[in-house]
Structure formats: structure tokens, C-alpha cells
């Protein structure tokens, strides 16, 4: 078995943790409750019961001691008032014991056990004492109030018993309070002792547990990612932590992989680059002998073939005039495809000054260079307020010279009009070159942009069909786009310029 597989999970964890939390918190609470219900039952047998018994013993005492005063009084006085007492005592007292059988002075227990000793030393000296307040008795003789005296003696015992008993059962139950008190204070300690533990058992655990092999998996994805991707990659710990490093594993082997196909792929790069480079400077020469040596023989042949066609001319019949004329044309238009195509090939080769221009004013240098076209076509240029952009301006100004220069040279039966325009789009500059000229179906929109492409033959408009093209390179060197509104009436081209970075709306 894998490690992830024989590692726990961390939800049984938590799930073992929190049940040993809850066992140990439930024990806490039942000892708590336990202590808590003995110092009610405490705190109730000595408010309810021996409180209110010593109560009742004491106005129990109270009684026959009023019943000994008042038959002692009579007896001394013979006044009848003086008996309010012992009346008032035998009334008292029954109300007393019945107090005292409510509270629990019942036979076979203690408390019932002294009240009916008390109950019978009262009886037989209340039944010694009795004659003698009867009406028409005789005084007592010595020997009667001496022993009426020891009778009562035996009540003040029994009392007195009584009354220690109480005491003695009011002290056990104070100290069974203090000790119900006590005990639900260590109880409340243990409690709060308990969750503390608990806490820094449920701190350690899980820090030992959880905590650890995420900040030891942390430490080895840190080193592979600082200092050395080789480096293996080793999840320990509950099951998730320890498939999460597998996982990391993983991805590191994947990465691995994606940076040795990377390193393959730089170096093709760089072997395609160092192919490029020879081919530019093959280009580069070829730039050059195309820009003198192959310019030179050119130039002669159009010169030596125009001085045949002066010295021969007349001598010549119609079709050798016409050949030499053939000749002179071919080598100009040779000149001039030469021309076109060096221009192409050296936009963006040999980048100028990106400068903030007005617009406008490139407008204004393509038309003064195209002002004999102008007029021999009868035609116009109109231009709207244009806004500055950031631009090698003579490659700008080959843009609208070309673009303007088309609509004068694909023009219909009416004078041609051009309309040169802008707007904003987002970040860019949209500019808009529209005439009234013959148009372009929307099959050729992509044709018209490449190398060579002439929608006419050579002898209905004249040109190599490389002007389009350069307009192209040029507008993607300035990082935008050209196309053809294929909805607009006549022929409008459109392109994009990157807006200067202080424009506002034109």
C-alpha cells in the first residue's frame, strides 16, 4: 500500500479528536450536574426541614415553658388571669408538634423518637399539674410543688435532648452543604482545567498531525521550486497531505517534461533564427545587387534602345519600332517593379523615428506629390479635422499617397472624389479613404492586399500591383489593420493606427 493509502484521513482526525473532547467534557458536565444537584438537596434539608424544625422545637420549649410560668403564678396568686399563659402554651404547643410531624418528627426516626419523649414527660407533668388549677383546689402541699418541680425537670431534658439532636443533625447538614460547595468547586476547576488541556491537546495534536507535514511539503515544493526541480517531492501525514504531494510530485514530473520539450523547442528556435539571420543577410544582398547591379544593365539597356529608336528612326520599318518601343517599356517597368519591391522589403528592415504628427499634414504631403495626377483626373481630395498620431511619417505619408493615388487611377466617368476621414475606435484611430470610383467586388478583399495582384489587365491601369501590399506592411508595422468596407458605395479602404498617448477626440 501507497503512503497516502495507509496514512489516515484527516476527517478521522477530527473526528477522533472531537470525540475524545466530547467524552471527556461530558464526563466534566455529569460530575458537575452531580455536584450541583448535592448542594440543592443540601442546601433544601437545611432550609426546608432543619431549619424549620429547630424552629418548631423551639417554640415547642416555649410552650411548656409558658405552661410551667403561668400554672406557677396561679399557684402562688390564685388569680385566674395568671392561667392566660398556660392556656396560651397548650395552644402554642399543639401547634408546634403538628409543625413537627409535617417536617418529617415522625415514629422510628430520630426526631419522631425525642418529640414523643418530649410529648410524655409533658403529658405527666401537665397530668400532675392539673388538679391543682382546677377551681375550688387546695393550695399544694411542699412535697406536690417539689415534685411538680422534678416532672417538669424531665421536660427540660427531653427538651434539652431534643434540642442537641437538632443542633447535631443542623451541623451535618452545614457540613454536608460546605462539602456539596466544595465539591462543585473542584468540579467547576476540573471543568475549566479540562478544557484547557483539551485545547492544548486538540493545539499539539493537530499541529503534530496536520500542521507539520503541510510546512515539511511546503519546505520541499519551496526548495524544488528555489533551488532544484529535481528534487523529489514527498507528501507524509493524513491521507489528503499525503496525496497532495502526490499530486505536487506529479505536476513536478509534468513540468519537468514541459521544460525539457521547452528547452528542444528554444533550441530549434534558435537554429530557425540562425537560419532567418542568413536568409535576411541573403536578402540583404540581394537588396543590393538588385538596387545597383541589376539597376545598372537596366538603365543601359532602356538607354541604348532609345538611341536606336533616334538614329534608326524612319529607317526602320513599323514593327522594328515597335519592338524597340517594346524593349524601352519593358526595361522602365522593370525599373520601376524593382523599385516597388525594394520599398516593400525595406519596411520595418531598418525601422525610423516613431514621431507624433499631425495627420493632416501627411494628407497635405500625399496630395502635393500626386498634384499632377490631380490634375490631369480633374479630381479632388477632401479631409476632415484628422488627430496626431505616432508614426515614421514617410511610410505614413506612402499610405495615403498610394491610397489616394488609387482612387485618382480607378476612377468612372465622373471626376474623382476622395474623402479622407478618422474616428475613434477604443484605443485606436480608424481612418477611412473613400472615392466614387469603380469599386471592388467583395471576392477580391483579400486579393487586392497581396503581392502582384491586378484585378485589370496592364494596358487598362497601369502600375505592378504592389501598392496595396505596401500599405499593408506598413499599417501592421505601426501595429494596426487595413481592410476593404465591403458595404460602402465605390471603393473605401479602411485602416487602424495605435491613438498617440495625449489624444483626445478629433
Not at 43 to 72: F, H, K, M, W
Not at 235 to 255: F, H, N, T, W, Y
Not at 337 to 346: P, Q, V
Request: charged share 25%; with cysteine; glycine share 8%.
Amino acid at each position: 500500500m501507497s503512503a497516502e493509502a495507509r496514512g489516515w484521513p484527516i476527517r478521522r482526525w477530527l473526528t477522533l479528536f472531537a470525540a475524545a473532547e466530547a467524552v471527556l467534557l461530558l464526563a466534566a458536565l455529569a460530575g458537575g450536574a452531580i455536584a450541583l444537584n448535592n448542594l440543592t438537596e443540601a442546601r433544601n434539608s437545611l432550609l426546608d426541614v432543619i431549619g424549620p424544625q429547630r424552629l418548631a422545637a423551639t417554640q415547642l420549649s416555649t410552650a411548656l415553658l409558658n405552661q410551667e410560668t403561668g400554672i406557677r403564678g396561679y399557684q402562688l396568686g390564685r388569680r385566674p388571669d395568671f392561667l392566660t399563659p398556660y392556656n396560651e402554651g397548650r395552644q402554642a404547643q399543639g401547634t408546634a408538634v403538628t409543625q413537627l410531624r409535617e417536617l418529617g418528627a415522625l415514629p422510628g426516626t430520630q426526631a419522631g423518637d425525642d418529640l414523643e419523649s418530649v410529648l410524655h414527660a409533658a403529658t405527666t407533668w401537665q397530668a400532675a399539674a392539673a388538679p391543682s388549677v382546677e377551681p375550688g383546689a387546695s393550695p399544694l402541699t411542699p412535697a406536690q410543688i417539689e415534685r411538680g418541680r422534678t416532672l417538669f425537670d424531665v421536660v427540660r431534658r427531653a427538651l434539652d435532648t431534643q434540642f442537641e439532636h437538632l443542633t447535631a443533625v443542623r451541623d451535618t447538614g452545614r457540613a454536608d452543604l460546605d462539602g456539596a460547595g466544595s465539591f462543585l468547586t473542584a468540579m467547576l476547576i476540573a471543568i475549566a482545567v479540562l478544557v484547557v488541556l483539551l485545547f492544548v491537546v486538540l493545539f499539539l495534536g493537530l499541529r503534530q498531525v496536520i500542521t507539520r507535514p503541510i510546512l515539511r511539503l511546503a519546505g520541499e515544493v519551496r526548495q524544488v521550486a528555489d533551488q532544484d526541480v529535481h528534487r523529489a517531492v514527498n507528501g507524509s501525514g493524513p491521507r489528503e497531505i499525503a496525496q497532495l504531494g502526490a499530486d505536487v510530485e506529479v505536476m513536478r514530473l509534468r513540468i519537468l517534461d514541459e521544460v525539457a520539450e521547452l528547452e528542444r523547442a528554444h533550441a530549434m528556435l534558435d537554429k530557425r533564427t540562425r537560419e532567418l539571420e542568413r536568409s535576411n543577410a541573403d536578402l540583404e544582398q540581394f537588396a543590393y545587387v538588385a538596387s545597383h547591379d541589376l539597376q545598372e544593365p537596366l538603365r543601359k539597356v532602356a538607354s541604348f534602345c532609345q538611341l536606336l529608336q533616334k538614329r534608326y528612326q524612319g529607317l526602320l520599318d513599323e514593327r522594328g519600332e515597335q519592338y524597340i518601343e517594346y524593349a524601352v517599356d519593358g526595361a522602365k517597368r522593370m525599373q520601376v517593379l524593382i523599385n516597388d519591391l525594394l520599398a516593400f522589403s525595406r519596411v520595418g528592415r531598418k525601422p525610423g523615428e516613431h514621431v507624433v504628427v499631425d495627420a493632416g499634414r501627411l494628407v497635405d504631403d500625399a496630395v502635393a506629390n500626386l498634384e499632377v495626377a490631380l490634375s490631369l483626373s480633374g479630381g479632388k481630395v477632401d479631409r476632415g479635422e484628422l488627430p496626431e498620431v505616432r508614426v515614421e511619417p514617410a511610410l505614413m505619408t506612402a499610405v495615403f499617397q498610394n491610397l489616394i493615388g488609387n482612387a485618382l487611377k480607378f476612377k468612372g466617368e465622373a471626376p474623382p472624389e476622395v474623402r479622407v476621414s478618422a474616428e475613434r475606435d477604443g484605443a485606436d484611430w480608424m481612418f477611412a479613404v473613400r472615392d466614387n470610383g469603380i469599386g471592388i467586388e467583395a471576392e477580391y478583399a483579400e486579393r487586392i492586399f497581396a503581392l502582384f495582384q491586378r484585378l485589370h489587365t496592364r494596358s487598362a491601369y497601369p502600375g505592378t500591383g504592389i501598392g496595396l501590399a505596401l500599405c499593408r506592411r506598413i499599417v501592421e508595422h505601426h501595429g494596426g489593420r487595413i481592410w476593404l468596407d465591403t458595404e460602402a458605395e465605390g471603393t473605401t479602404i479602411r485602416f487602424t493606427l495605435p491613438a498617440a498617448e495625449d489624444d483626445g477626440d478629433a
